[in-house]
């Protein structure tokens, strides 16, 4: 079962040849994708050999195979985490049932609804970075976007298996439609705002796999611990991908830091403005980089108080983080949970019930979990004997979504008025000349075991392999 068939058209460990109807749905999807991926996908590179990691089989020991591969010939497909036996329905008002191996009529339009969702994120996120690979700090990175991107066109992949297997036609419309959203169109852009956002160089692009695709992390961990078993078990295979990404993130932004740091220290120097005459990045542009991919990403969990929440909790469609190591009656009903709101123009705390907060809950585990990697960048600074430091911002600082929507909170956690925020905004967020800033570093390296200027070399190479060995070759 665990073992993938990549003699087969569509790679897949579902038995697909089994099922002719869904197979040949399937393999008609599967030109269109190919389609966007050539139209949307990373731009100029579809002919490098790129040494990338390919799935062969989903048990936890040694399920990747390295091999230098044409990114359009790379073997999408669709890989389910093995089914446990005697699996239950963990929480909410069918706990205790047996896990559902189909749809339960009842709950169709909300599985649907939360597949669709998390299935238009994914090619989003490779839209976002199509350019990237035109201004690659070095052939690493390169490899490990491409990497990304393969990887975030397989889930994709994953998503568009379950509409097609569970939701008839219906499922085979989204599936469709997932193709023609894209990212920042005016006329019919992807679902949820962060991912509408540009992902312009190599910073933000760090940013967003440190940040955004960790909310990939929770949410897909949400939806692992959900009663429709073949979510759960598709999920459970996604994250096991989702690791890389969040490392390539969080050893990107410490890279980063740590070549400023040495450029400072060699220097003796603090001030921005001549940090940046050696061409590597201010700590105080870092900073607000963060501000604003933890400000655009903790949006993503919803709002504060949700009935949809509510209703996909207690319905066992999507559970909590870590849902069954929790020791609580699994129902909530009754609980209570503290958020916050604006009262006298300050931010107060409130407990409302526990079911209608847990996007606030999910959102919470999020910040403790993307708060210990900034504690882990300033350790770097710590080293290099620097005073400065790294934070996160407040949890209302420029909020899109929920009840702090279009207040004025500083990174701080004070209500200030709109001629403060357009005083100060200046030093909390990318501004356009930051921005230009930024631009003006990105370089294309591509010589092996060469960097960019503003970056530090990894500490190790992919799969074991040398810094300097080459991860990408151009044709
Ligand atoms: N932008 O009741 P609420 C990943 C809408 S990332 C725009 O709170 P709910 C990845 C909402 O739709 C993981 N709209 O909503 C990472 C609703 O609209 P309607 C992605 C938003 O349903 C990197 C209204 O506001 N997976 O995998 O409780 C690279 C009221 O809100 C936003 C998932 O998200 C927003 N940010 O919560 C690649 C999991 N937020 O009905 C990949 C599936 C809310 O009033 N999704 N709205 O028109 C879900 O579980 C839920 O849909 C959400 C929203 C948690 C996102
Ligand atoms: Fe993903
Ligand atoms: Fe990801």
């Known amino acids: 079962m665990s073992s993938i068939d990549y003699s087969e058209k569509i790679p897949n460990n579902v038995n697909l040849s089994e099922d002719r109807a869904l197979q040949r749905a399937l393999e008609h999807w599967q030109p269109n994708y190919l389609q966007w991926w050539q139209d949307m996908g990373p731009d100029g ?8 990691r390919t799935a062969i089989s989903t048990t936890p ?8 591969v044409k990114m359009p010939d790379y073997r999408w497909g669709i890989f389910l985490a093995a089914q446990e036996e005697g699996r239950q329905v963990n929480f909410g008002e069918h706990k205790g049932e047996a896990a559902w191996q189909d749809v339960p009529g009842e709950h169709r339009a909300n599985l649907r609804r939360i597949i669709v969702t998390q299935g238009d994120t994914e090619p989003a996120s490779v839209e976002q970075q199509r350019h990237l690979g035109l201004t690659a700090p070095s052939q690493y990175d390169l490899r490990n976007l491409f990497q990304i991107n393969v990887e975030e066109g397989r889930h994709l992949w994953a998503m568009v298996y379950l509409l097609h297997k569970y939701f008839g036609r219906d499922g085979r419309e989204e599936a469709e439609a997932m193709l023609h959203r894209h990212s920042g169109s005016q006329d019919n852009p992807r679902i949820l705002e962060a991912f509408n956002e540009e992902t312009p160089d190599w910073l933000a692009f760090y940013m967003f796999t440190y940040f955004t695709d960790r909310d990939g992390k929770f949410q897909l961990c949400a939806l692992a611990e959900s009663g429709f078993d073949p979510l759960s078990r598709t999920c459970r295979f996604m994250l096991t991908e989702e690791a890389h990404h969040m490392f390539v993130g969080e050893s990107g932004v410490s ?8 450029i400072m220290k060699q220097h003796g120097i603090e001030d921005p403005e001549q ?6 990045i201010d700590l105080q542009t870092i ?13 993503l969990f919803g709002a504060d108080q949700s009935s949809n929440a509510a209703t996909f909790y207690s319905a066992g469609l999507k559970g909590r983080y870590e849902e069954t190591k929790r020791a609580d009656d699994h129902a909530l009903k009754g609980d209570h949970y503290k958020i916050l709101e604006v009262k006298d123009g300050k931010l107060v705390e409130k407990e409302v019930p526990m079911l209608n907060a ?4 999910l959102r919470d585990d999020y910040i403790k979990d993307s708060i210990a ?12 004997g620097l005073s400065f430091r790294l934070q996160a911002p407040h949890k209302a600082f420029n909020r899109h979504i ?8 500083s990174p701080d956690g004070r209500m200030i008025s709109e001629t403060e925020w357009q005083g100060k905004v200046r030093n909390w967020l990318p501004s356009e000349e930051d921005r230009a800033y930024v631009a003006s570093l990105m370089g294309r390296v591509v010589e092996p075991g060469k960097m960019a200027n503003w970056i530090a070399p990894p500490a190790i190479g992919i799969n074991r392999q040398s810094v300097d060995f080459e991860y990408v070759r151009f044709n």
């Open 61 to 68: 020991e040694g399920w990747a195979h390295f091999g230098h």
């Open 255 to 262: 890279r980063t830091i740590q070549r400023t740091a040495e």
């Open 287 to 299: 900073q607000r980089y963060l501000n604003f991919h933890f400000s655009v990403t903790i949006d």
């Open 402 to 409: 929920g009840s702090f929507a279009g207040m004025r909170v």
């Open 358 to 361: 847990l996007n606030e809950v």
């Open 275 to 280: 940090v940046r005459q050696h061409g590597v």
């Open 373 to 384: 990697g900034i504690n882990r960048w300033n350790k770097v600074l710590e080293k290099a």
């Open 45 to 52: 590179s579809q002919n490098f050999d790129v040494y990338l």
